[in-house]
């Protein structure tokens, strides 16, 4: 039986599962300050519970399932935490310290069922789902290793679900968790700090849409014609991109006059950033009236993929005729690449050559 992970509740959840094991629903709020503002890892840590009923519910329920298994630290001060769950799926997490601002990536899957071509965590497989308590704790671990255990952290946290696995395959736990977080009791990381990314499920573009308190949007594109994104990720071929742009039109109806959703292309040497290709991809934007900004992406190399990242002269060619055809492009600076930490390198590897803390 999978553990009962508390990390995954509600205050309200919590309210509930304390009057069914016959306590005050108050206590409900107790733990759940406990696991999201304190951070505790163990129900020994909360003092303020009777004892015994620490021990009843640690006969239920558990509330830290997440072991780390490893972590790495890079050069570039990034962080990343290999952990392994319940039942041993691979988790990784990755810490990002920004001047302002640190930036916590996490993963919605263990291993992805999406087969791109150009990343690594494809290789693993979709191993399963991740819970809404999987997503919330690697937040937790991440800034209890950063910080220390319920220190509060000195800067903004920002969220990105652009670890392993495809988010929107994995909605309904992934926006729990986006509830659970969002909480000012708790983590208190809201909405408009996190962004999702996604490899174009289009029904769930949609949906999202549809929600009043959602997370930014992302949306990986990587190709500007049908025949090559088929072949760069298969998942076009469920959704092709006038589907795909379809969906993303109605989201961005959805947004205030001064909101943008992203686009992310990861460069490819030779295979999708020529200078005809930029053209290709600013017209289809700007056919589909997007105003959405495109980040490029330049591709984190990693054994066996057989890809190449554009050189900085190619990647700025191919930004400055996105941007000369009114389409806003920015370059994203890879972060942690030589503990394999970056975009499109999670796939459970230990990386000796790093510092192993
Ligand atoms: N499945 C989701 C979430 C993963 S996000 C998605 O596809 O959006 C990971 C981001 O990293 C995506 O934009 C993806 O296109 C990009 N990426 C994947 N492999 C990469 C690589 N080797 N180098 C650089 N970026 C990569």
Redo the contacts with the bound molecule.
Sequence with gaps: MPPVELAGFTKADLSELAQELGEPGYRGAQIFGAIQRRRVRSFEEITDLPKEFRARLAERAAIATLKIESQYLSTDGTRRYLMKTHDNRPVETVFIPEEHRDTICFS?QSG?P?Q?T????AQLGLLRNLTAGEIVEQIIVALNDAYGEGVKPPRGTNL?????????LNFDELMKAIRIMSDPDGLHIVPNRVT?????IAPRIRELATIPDRPHL?????APDDRLRNEL?PINKKWPLEELLDACKAFENSLKPDERFTF????LKDINDSDEQARQLANLLNRHALRAKV?L??????EP?P?Q?SSLARVESFRRILESKGVHAYVRK?RGRDILA????LAARSSPAAATV
């Design positions: 919605s992805c999406l791109c150009f990343c690594l965590t990105v679900g652009m670890g392993a696995g495809e988010p929107f999702v990314s996604t490899a174009g992302a949306i990986s594109l990587s990720m992310e292309y990861v460069m980040n992406i330049p591709h984190n190399p990693a993929l890809y990242p890879p970056a975009c499109g390198q």
